[in-house]
C-alpha cells in the first residue's frame, strides 16, 4: 500500500502508487484517507528531493526498478492483531511532516521503537527532532535519530560529524538506539566505488565519535545498483531494510545476510498520530531490542 504524500493542507485524499520495486506485493486495499489527516511530504517520482525535503522513503519509488501509478487510495486501517506485521515488536519512523505528535499515545498504541529524523548534509537539522526525541523518551519509547544522506554535498565524514553533533549521539539508558543512515533517492552522480568510499567514511566517522556501529536504511534496488551489492558493511552495520509490502519478510540487498529492522509501509496509522505514518518491524523480541539499544 503506497501513497504520494502531500505537503499542501488541501489534499487530503491520497492517491497511492503501484510501485514495483525489488519483489513488491500491492494489495488493493480502497479505503479513504480520514478528512483529518495531516499533510504529508511529496514521494519522489525521480526528480532531485531539495535540502530539508528528505525522509525515510523520499527516494523509495524512484529507486524502484520500475513503478505505474493508479488510482487505489492510501489504507490507513490499523494492523490487527493477527496481520503479519504485527507479530513481531512494532515500529515507526517520523519526521517533522508529521507535525505535533503525542508520544504517550504511541506507547499506548503498542509502538516499541522509534527512528525520528534529525539531519541531513551538514546545514539542515529537522525543526521538530528535539520535541520528538525528547517526547519519545519521555513517554519510554526506545528511539534513535537518523540523517538523511547527501552524499553529493560533502563527505560522508562532515556529514557524520554534523549528525552525531546535532541529535546523532548515543547513550547507554535502554532508550537510546544506533544512529541511522538513511540512503536513498539516486546515487548523486557517484560510482559504485566511490559511493562504498563515502559511506565507510561515514561509518568509520560515526564510529569513532559515539562508539557505535551506524544502521544502514536502505532497499534492494539502491543498494544494488548505487554500490554493486556491496558485501562490505553487513559484519558493521544492521540492515534496515526498505520494502513496502505485505509479504511475511522484505527483500534485502545483496550483500546482507538478513534484516533487523524492516519498513513495510508508509501508510500506516497509530494512535498519536494524525494522517498517515511509516510503519516498521523488529527482528527480535524485546530483549533483543533492548540489547541493541544498549550495545550489550
Same mark, same amino acid.
Given at each position: ?132 526525541? @525528547? ?35 548515543? #547513550?547507554?539508558?535502554? @532508550? %537510546? ?5 538513511? @540512503? ?6 557517484? #560510482? ?7 559511506? @565507510? ?20 534496488? !539502491? ?20 520494502? !513496502? ?14 534484516? %533487523? ?25 524485546? %530483549? ?9
Amino acid at each position: 500500500m503506497l501513497s504520494i504524500r502531500s505537503r499542501r493542507p488541501a489534499l487530503r485524499k491520497l492517491v497511492a502508487l503501484g510501485a514495483v520495486g525489488i519483489g513488491l506485493v500491492a494489495v488493493p486495499t480502497v479505503t479513504a484517507v480520514p478528512a483529518s489527516a495531516s499533510p504529508q511530504p511529496p514521494v519522489s517520482s525521480g526528480a532531485a528531493i531539495p535540502l530539508g525535503d528528505g525522509y525515510m522513503g523520499a527516494g523509495y519509488l524512484a529507486d524502484g526498478d520500475t513503478f505505474a501509478p493508479d488510482e487505489r487510495r492510501v489504507d490507513l486501517t490499523p494492523e490487527t492483531g493477527t496481520s503479519i506485521q504485527a507479530t513481531s515488536l512494532p515500529g515507526i519512523d517520523v519526521s517533522h511532516y508529521q507535525g505535533s505528535i503525542n508520544w504517550s499515545s504511541v506507547k499506548n498504541a503498542g509502538i516499541k521503537f522509534a527512528y525520528i529524523k534529525a539531519t541531513e548534509s551538514t546545514t539542515y537539522k529537522d525543526p521538530n527532532f528535539n520535541a520528538n526525541y @525528547l517526547n519519545a523518551y519521555n513517554a519510554k519509547v526506545i528511539r534513535g535519530a537518523y540523517h538523511f544522506a547527501r552524499p553529493n554535498l560533502s563527505s560522508g565524514a562532515a556529514q557524520a560529524t554534523y549528525f552525531a553533533g546535532h541529535g546523532g549521539a548515543w #547513550s547507554r539508558d535502554n @532508550l %537510546t538506539l544506533p544512529g541511522m543512515l538513511d @540512503l536513498e533517492g539516486g546515487c548523486y552522480g557517484k #560510482s559504485v566505488s566511490a559511493m562504498q568510499s563515502w559511506i @565507510l567514511d561515514f561509518y568509520n566517522t560515526y564510529k569513532a565519535k559515539t562508539g557505535r556501529d551506524v544502521v544502514i536504511y536502505t532497499s534492494a534496488s !539502491w543498494w544494488n545498483s548505487c554500490t554493486g551489492g556491496w558485501s562490505g558493511m553487513s559484519a558493521r552495520s544492521p540492515l534496515f531494510a526498505a520494502h !513496502w509490502t505485505s509479504a511475511a519478510s522484505p527483500t534485502i540487498p545483496k550483500g546482507f545476510p538478513y534484516w %533487523t529492522f524492516w519498513q513495510y509501509t508508509d501508510s500506516g496509522s497509530v494512535g498519536g498520530i494524525s494522517g498517515a505514518v511509516d510503519r516498521d518491524r523488529f527482528n527480535g523480541d524485546a %530483549t533483543r531490542l533492548l540489547a541493541l539499544a544498549n550495545n550489550t
